[in-house]
């Protein structure tokens, strides 16, 4: 189909095609995908607030869009979802400034 | 307290017509963009729906109401005085609750504590019927002296009370009811939980009701109640007993709401999508008889708000034979896509889960 730019809403309706060309990997995918969002150990709705927080981290706006639609009707409100998009931007720049310390190192071993 | 919006028929909007908004309803239809609720159920062979046994009298008083909810499916409002149920009507729905033996009586409105009737009413029904409902806003007990003994009175009759609370955060519920309505809410239910409402060791029960505070489905009715339980006694000290999960239905405002947001064909196609067969036998149209203020008879509360009589040549309650209403197919449209997606919708909430 036709399209005129990257990440076209619309898509996102048509991630089933994913199968196309290789059904096997394809359904074994969205097995386990369906699986993963049961209501486990964590609720369907801890799942859906840890889902939005890493579409965030990997940046997928499809991803952004379906979870934050799934946490709005399990009854999360704003503040939750803002949290939780927060843990993820902490846990993401914690994990960059955490290599300050290798910075540091390496600014001993090279200066008086 | 500041009202959310005002009602579609102040605003002399088009929608305040019901053969409008059943238009809009209908439209894609004949364009074939949305398959017929009808073909929909006659593809499942549920097709005609009929009416079983009566057992739900649901009796909307009025469309008085001191709230202007911006999903309001009523269009209901502190303009619409000149709607509520006469003493007449409300003699003759005693009189049927009596010789029928009918097992719930439910009532809405608007609010159904300003008609003023109300008290009587509930005085005489509660010697007749053994379930009765009252589906109460919250904050009309807090609206005025007049109403602040409301719990009480309440709990003096056994009434079932059934609350909408579309959400524990302030924000979310206050974006749909009207600034204000949280608090007021949270007084309200901590002065029926004092009277005994909702507590583990008393037979006074207090369900709440979650409705998604904008365009998308509600997710599943038990995670959403240990969450909604959870949080209420945690930050309030409140204690209920269910939370009903119901689906918002695009009639009246909240089809307003969609229109005017660009959301209505992509709320449709969800609900659409979402059809769910399971949900057909248990529909609450089935067994319940809705009475408008001014005694019209209908399949559900909705069929009223869009003004489809039931089927029957005498649709009033002043000339009704109960006993012809069993079997009668009952009216479909376009919106009955909200009360079968997903795990399906009526006034109890999910239909199977
Ligand atoms: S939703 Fe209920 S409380 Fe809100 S305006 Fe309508 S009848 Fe009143
Ligand atoms: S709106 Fe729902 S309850 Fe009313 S007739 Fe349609 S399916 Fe039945």
Request: hydrophobic letters at 35%.
């Amino acid at each position: 189909m036709a399209n005129d730019g990257y990440f076209n809403p619309e898509d996102l309706k048509r991630f089933g095609e994913i199968t196309r060309y290789q059904q096997t990997l394809g359904r074994k995918f969205f097995d386990y995908y369906r699986e993963v969002f049961k209501e486990g150990a964590l609720t369907v709705r801890e799942k859906a607030l840890i889902a939005l927080a890493v579409a965030h981290v990997v940046q997928c706006p499809y991803c952004i869009d379906a979870y934050t639609e799934e946490c709005l009707k399990n009854g999360a409100d704003e503040e939750e979802m803002m949290e939780a998009i927060h843990v993820a931007a902490a846990i993401r720049s914690g994990a960059s400034l955490v290599f300050g310390v290798q910075m540091i190192n390496h600014i001993e071993k090279k200066t008086m | 307290m500041r009202q959310a919006t005002q009602t579609l028929r102040r605003l002399r909007s088009p929608l305040a017509q019901t053969r409008y908004q059943l238009k809009v309803l209908h439209q894609p239809i004949e364009t074939h963009a949305f398959p017929s609720f009808a073909d929909t159920l006659r593809q499942h062979g549920k097709y005609p729906l009929k009416r079983a046994k009566l057992e739900i009298l649901q009796l909307n008083l009025g469309k008085l109401c001191n709230q202007t909810c911006r999903h309001c499916h009523v269009d209901a409002g502190p303009d619409r005085k000149d709607e509520v149920t006469s003493k007449e009507i409300l003699q003759r729905a005693l009189e049927l609750i009596r010789i029928h033996q009918i097992p719930t009586v439910d009532l809405t409105g608007g609010a159904p504590e300003m008609n003023p009737h109300f008290r009587w009413f509930v005085e005489q029904c509660s010697a007749i019927c053994p379930h009765i409902i009252d589906r109460c806003n919250l904050t009309i007990i807090t609206a005025g002296k007049q109403y602040r003994d409301l719990p009480q009175f309440f709990a003096r009759h056994g009434l079932h009370i059934v609350s909408s609370l579309p959400h524990y955060s302030k924000n979310r519920t206050d974006a749909q009811r009207g600034q204000g309505v949280f608090e007021a809410s949270i007084e309200a239910l901590r002065m029926l939980n004092d009277v005994g409402y909702g507590q583990p060791d008393s037979n006074l029960q207090l369900d709440l009701v979650f409705n998604p505070t904008g365009a998308f489905l509600p997710s599943q009715q038990c995670t959403l109640e240990r969450v909604y339980k959870d949080k209420l006694l945690r930050k309030y000290g409140i204690r209920f007993n269910r939370l009903i999960v119901i689906t918002n239905m695009p009639i009246n405002r909240f089809l307003d709401y969609l229109l005017q947001t660009g959301q209505y064909e992509q709320y449709m196609q969800t609900l659409i999508e979402a059809f769910n067969p399971a949900t057909v036998d248990g529909l609450m149209c089935r067994n319940t008889l809705s009475v408008s203020w001014d005694g019209y008879l209908y399949d559900c509360d909705f069929n009223q708000m869009l003004d489809l009589k039931i089927n029957h040549p005498s649709p009033h309650l002043l000339d009704i034979d109960i006993d012809s209403l069993e079997g009668l197919p009952i009216a479909l449209h376009q919106a009955c896509y909200g009360c079968t997606a997903g795990a399906g919708s009526s006034c109890s909430g999910e239909i199977a889960s």
